[in-house]
């Protein structure tokens, strides 16, 4: 785990990261419950095919359109200038020079010009599936079933115990704490 991984766990687990590992679990999972059953009820609301997020950009990107000139050599491939700088743009292959398209998923302005100068309304096509509303329902379709108090769980008797480890000492000598006084 990195550093943001540690911290993300930190700010689900709250103060519950203090308690025992079941509590600690049983809590997150109540968590992800509550949370996928949010988001599964706000996507009832939302119209079209892709998520706000991507209608946000896509309608921000098509407003900053204004100087940038296309240069097509085929239907799906142009050359697009701003400002002395050029920019190969490929529809099909969803790619550009500047690399943002390939790893957004989102065209970038000069994919947006290429598209907005074809006359193409519609841009579903143009964006990563990953920000339709269909990707959306299916990354939060699993339901987290809530489950029953520790006191009405089933006990079984196991003849294996199971012991903390054994923790030794580093060998070499201990290092000193600095102290500043």
């Known amino acids: 785990m ?28 109540d968590k992800f419950m509550v949370r996928f059953y949010k988001k599964r009820k706000t996507v009832e609301k939302w119209k079209g095919t892709l998520v706000p997020m ?3 950009h896509i309608n921000n990107i098509s407003k900053k359109l204004g100087k940038y000139e296309v240069h097509r050599c085929s239907d799906n ?5 701003f400002k002395g700088r050029q920019w190969e743009v ?6 550009c020079t500047c690399r943002v398209w390939q790893v957004k998923g989102l065209p970038c302005i000069h994919a947006a010009t290429f598209i907005s100068s074809i006359m193409d309304n519609n841009w579903d096509k143009y964006v990563h599936t990953y920000f339709t509303i269909e990707k959306f329902k299916e990354a939060y379709a699993l339901e987290i079933a809530p489950m029953l108090e520790k006191d009405k769980w089933v006990h079984k ?7 903390p ?3 030794k000492s580093p060998p070499g000598r201990p290092k000193k704490k600095n102290c500043t006084i």
């Open 2 to 29: 990195t550093v943001v991984d540690h911290e993300a766990l930190n700010n689900v687990a709250g103060n519950l990261r203090y308690q025992p590992v079941l509590d600690l679990l049983d809590a997150i999972r």
């Open 54 to 56: 991507a209608k946000r």
């Open 77 to 81: 491939r142009a050359q697009v200038n």
């Open 90 to 95: 490929v529809l099909n292959e969803q790619t």
């Open 157 to 163: 008797e196991t003849r294996e115990k199971i012991y």
């Open 165 to 167: 480890p054994i923790i």
